[in-house]
């Protein structure tokens, strides 16, 4: 089941942002799918219900929570931290407040909207087996603090919320984003229960710089996964046995198969991504295909429910992603095209 809403689509254009992340992402992906099946085939109306502080609580420290909350100046200011629109000089980054048309923080708004759905689209995929959030995947998201476009960390929450509600006991993460998943790793270092997985550019954001600060301690961003599965530039054709082979190792360290996964669905290590912290990471879409159906393949074998959300993905070309992998779960689940 995909769970999609216009009000998903984060336009941040109309906030003076100008990162290249197509406005229309996920709304093409779902027009595509509507053009091939019947809307009530695969689709569920998400129920745009807002996290409230206690599921904010779950993966983030109370201070950010009550600034998330607050909606004031504060609030603003987790925006501008979290998609970097001030640089180290203190100037504008990627970022004209002249061509704003919506204060900041109602971005915060729509954001929110996305972690309700990743919450109703685990106990959906919990329930079906298989859903796919049209949003959300905000990996980069810290314990305390926003990082990366991402404000809050909406897989751990999804997650927490979860257990809290006692339909899961233990669960996966398995981030494909081009990018590492620091925030995950990070908030979830110390909690047994929800194992992780990140296969990420061995040498891209957020892994540059100094692994250690001036007091000897790691940057939460080095903190490991699990599983950490570097690919470096040029290693491409390695990609998907490593993927495989990171697949079996998560398995073999887990005592028991968990109740629920978690797949980032990044499309940005797509060749046609536009965003240059992608650079080094280059896959086909029949490679990104090929990964796409090594996952679904996998965790249904071993009868485990999945949760899809939808992560990175820049430019104009990447909603092909998400489209072609879910025109293949339609087409297995459905049968016969429109
Ligand atoms: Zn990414």
């Known amino acids: 089941m995909i769970l999609y809403h216009e009000l998903f689509d984060l336009k941040l254009d109309e906030y003076g942002i100008e990162i290249p992340m197509q406005d229309d992402r996920a709304s093409k992906s779902f027009d595509f799918l509507r053009g091939r099946y019947h809307e009530s085939q695969f689709a569920t109306p998400p129920s745009l219900a807002m996290p409230t502080r206690e599921d904010l609580l779950l993966a983030h420290g109370p201070q950010f929570v009550e600034k998330i909350l607050a909606k004031g100046e504060d609030l603003n200011q987790l925006i501008i931290e979290g998609f970097e629109l001030v640089d180290s000089s203190g100037q504008y980054n990627r970022y004209n407040p002249a061509r704003a048309q919506h204060p900041l923080m109602n971005l915060a708004t729509t954001l929110l909207l996305h972690t309700g759905a990743c919450i109703q689209g685990a106990s959906v995929a919990l329930e079906h087996g298989f859903a796919y959030v049209l949003g959300g995947g905000g990996h980069h998201a810290m314990s305390s603090a926003p990082r990366g476009f991402c404000l809050v960390n909406d897989i751990v929450i999804a997650i927490r919320k979860m257990q809290q509600l006692k339909k899961v ?6 981030d494909v984003d081009a990018h590492k998943g620091d925030g995950t790793a990070q908030i979830l270092k110390d909690d047994p229960s929800i194992l992780t997985l ?7 954001w957020p892994l540059i710089g100094d692994e250690v600060d001036v007091n000897g301690n790691l940057h939460p961003w080095f903190i490991p996964s699990n599983i950490d599965i570097p690919i470096a530039a040029g290693e491409e054709h390695h990609y998907l046995s490593k993927l495989e082979d990171g697949l079996q190792r998560l398995k073999k360290i887990s005592n028991l198969l968990p109740d629920l996964v978690v797949i980032v669905h990044g499309s ?3 060749e046609h991504d536009a965003l240059k912290s992608t650079e080094p990471l280059k896959l086909t879409i029949e490679q990104m295909k090929e990964r796409d159906m090594l996952l679904y393949n996998f965790f249904e074998h071993l009868r485990l429910p999945q949760l899809y959300l939808m992560a990175g993905g820049y430019g104009a070309d990447v909603w092909r992603i998400h489209a072609q992998f879910l025109d293949e779960i339609c087409y297995k689940k459905i049968g016969a095209r429109k």
């Not at 006991?169 to 398995?174: G, L, S």
């Not at 990140?198 to 891209?204: C, L, Q, T, Y």
Request: no cysteine; net charge neutral.
């Open 169 to 174: 006991k233990t669960a996966w993460v398995v």
């Open 198 to 204: 990140s296969i990420h550019m061995a040498n891209g």
């Open 268 to 270: 940005d290590p797509y």
